[in-house]
């Protein structure tokens, strides 16, 4: 008897840690977010229960179109970024052998190690009217005036594929890791054309590594917040600026804390679809990565 | 896979090109003597680390105590995050390995949750409810809190709050490995529950508790989003940094940059050194 109490109380004490860090900075302050959302302001000092926050974001247009534009465009840089990462992961786990393969799949972990501003900075120093590219665009004669290659959606694009790149080339690489080679060349032996075999034997087997690494990249873009809105300036308009703008510049934290909501119901929803588009489960989703 | 055709190479060459043109060009222009870190080149200098403002107008990173002030701080927020990210994820480590009860699946699915929230939405949320707590506890004790207001310990609670997963999770992968009878072993010549974990269990943890520290102490000192919602008056780096950008920067960002880039390289090779022993 005191042998399982004192067993309960060691089991108690092991899970305080977990309980305070699961309890008091995700659970509540989640809970906290969602009354937030809820609440309208209706004198000075006064809140009451209500569904404005969220009818705001419905009627006003820059609110609800930047929302969509951040769904979409995050859509496609995840598409993107599969397609580019792609014959990469591919080099990697079925090509490289030895020592180059190592080599190749550090260089890849090199860059991302350093901060998503130091890269963003490069990309800065690379596209702006003053910039790298445009300076030799102009010293091979190519243009004659200054050319302003930030802040437009191409930039952003490419900045955030750029970040991506590698949450999608390391799941990608493990999955194709373990395709076993004579399965490919019985592809082939049995008539496949090179495009037969990828699409038919090398796509459905990377399958997991595909839905991890596009789930990740996803995620990470939806949330991005530095990219867009250095490499897009006023034109980046991505919705995590619209949460700073309310909770940071307007204080109207009601508002913030709806589309905060919002913005975690994207990021679920899509994870959520993509888990069940493919049958995969989240816990063995996230091992892949 | 048969022989990989000559497009294909050309396509991996450009693609590692395009990986390394903006980490290269932010080191390249840190040594830039102009005034902007752009094209043409003005000759090398090092100004941008040492200088003293007098030929380049601005003083250089390592005496120019903004950017010395900033890296303080991201030190003052990193430090305690990898300690306690570390101390905290063996805990729980020992929960999701060796404890035995109802629930235990949830725990564990909830321990990962973190990773699935955009980092912003974590920010705010632990903004706008250590706020209220802050009112309440202020109320009712007539004092002021201001560790719960924007400011690094908020930082730290923050980043803590996803860092801690990473760690508990690297933790509970070495601790998985773990051969159990060598601490029966133990037990059976007569060593108390104390020793076995000080000279057993936690020598054989030590690969994965350095790593997760180091790693904690990284994605700390990267973090940026889930930090842009909890400063206060003291920026760590990344929002020193954020802010001179969006100001048009000098190449002294690039000198900070460039610090960064070699600190980075420096921890991420311990790390692998230790990976390695560890395999």
Redesign the interface.
């Known amino acids: 008897m005191i042998a399982k109490q004192a067993s309960r109380l060691t089991?108690f004490l092991?899970?305080a840690?977990?309980i305070l860090?699961?309890g008091?900075?995700?659970v509540?302050?989640?809970?906290?977010?969602l009354v937030?959302s809820f609440s309208e302001r209706i004198a000075p000092r006064v809140y009451a229960f209500g569904f404005g926050n969220y009818l705001e974001f419905f009627t006003e247009p820059l609110y609800w179109r930047t929302f969509a534009r951040t769904a979409f465009m995050s859509i496609l840089v995840t598409a993107l970024t599969l397609v580019?990462a792609f014959?990469?992961a591919?080099?990697i786990a079925?090509?490289a052998q030895g020592r180059l393969k190592a080599m190749?799949l550090l260089?890849?972990?090199?860059?991302f190690?350093?901060?998503?501003?130091?890269?963003?900075?490069?990309?800065?120093?690379?596209l702006?009217e003053?910039?790298?590219i445009s300076?030799m665009l102009r010293s091979i004669g190519l243009a004659s005036q200054p050319v302003e290659l930030l802040y437009n959606d191409g930039a952003v694009i490419l900045g955030l594929v750029?970040g991506g790149?590698l949450f999608m080339i390391v799941p990608l690489a493990n999955a194709l890791e373990s395709l076993e080679?004579a399965v490919?060349e019985a592809g082939?032996d049995l008539g496949g054309s090179r495009w037969t075999v990828l699409r038919r034997i090398v796509i459905p087997h990377a399958m997991p590594g595909i839905v991890a690494g596009c789930i990740i990249v996803f995620?990470l873009t939806?949330?991005?917040?530095?990219t867009p809105v250095?490499l897009g300036g006023k034109n980046g308009l991505w919705f995590?600026e619209q949460?700073?703008a309310q909770?940071?510049t307007r204080f109207n934290?009601p508002q913030?804390?709806a589309f905060?909501m919002l913005?975690?119901l994207l990021?679920?929803a899509i994870?959520w679809l993509g888990l069940r588009l493919t049958g995969q489960s989240?816990?063995t989703t996230?091992k892949q990565a | 896979m048969n022989r990989p055709s000559l497009a294909w190479k050309f396509y991996i060459a450009a693609f590692y090109l395009f990986l390394f043109a903006p980490l290269l060009v932010v080191a390249i222009f840190a040594f830039n003597a102009s005034p902007f870190p752009s094209p043409p080149w003005r000759g090398f200098t090092l100004e941008w680390f040492t200088g003293s403002g007098a030929a380049v107008g601005k003083p250089g990173v390592l005496v120019d105590p903004i950017w010395l002030e900033s890296i303080g701080n991201s030190f003052k927020v990193a430090i305690p995050v990898a300690l306690l990210a570390v101390l905290l994820g063996t805990v729980n480590a020992w929960v999701l390995e060796r404890a035995e009860f109802r629930g235990k699946t949830f725990v564990a699915m909830m321990m990962l949750w973190p990773l699935v929230i955009p980092g912003v939405v974590l920010g705010i949320s632990i903004l706008a409810f250590f706020s209220r707590l802050a009112n309440g506890l202020e109320d009712w004790l007539q004092t002021d809190l201001d560790l719960l207001r924007p400011g690094l310990p908020l930082v730290v609670l923050g980043q803590l709050s996803f860092i801690l997963t990473i760690a508990t999770l690297i933790i509970a992968a070495r601790l998985r490995k773990f051969d159990r009878s060598l601490e029966e072993a133990a037990f059976d010549l007569g060593a108390s529950r104390a020793r076995v974990l000080r000279t057993v269990t936690l020598p054989f943890l030590r690969p994965a508790l350095i790593g997760a520290g180091l790693v904690a102490l990284l994605m700390s000192f990267e973090n940026f989003n889930t930090t842009l919602m909890l400063v206060g008056s003291e920026a760590p780096l990344p929002i020193a940094m954020y802010g001179q950008m969006r100001e048009g920067a000098s190449p002294a960002i690039n000198a900070v940059s460039l610090l960064l880039m070699l600190g980075v390289g420096g921890i991420a090779s311990v790390f692998a050194l230790t990976a390695k022993a560890e395999r």
Not at chain 1, 28 to 33: A, F, G, N, S, T
Not at chain 1, 113 to 124: A, D, I, P
């Open positions: 089991l092991l899970l840690p977990a860090w699961l008091l900075l995700i509540l302050p989640h809970v906290e977010i937030l580019l014959p990469i591919l080099y079925r090509v190749l260089l890849c972990l090199l860059p190690w350093v901060s998503e501003l130091v890269r963003t900075l490069g990309w800065m120093i690379l702006r003053t910039g790298v300076y750029y790149l080679p490919v082939y995620m939806v949330g991005n917040f530095a250095l995590t949460i700073y909770f940071i934290w913030g804390a905060g913005l975690l990021s679920s994870v989240l816990g996230l």
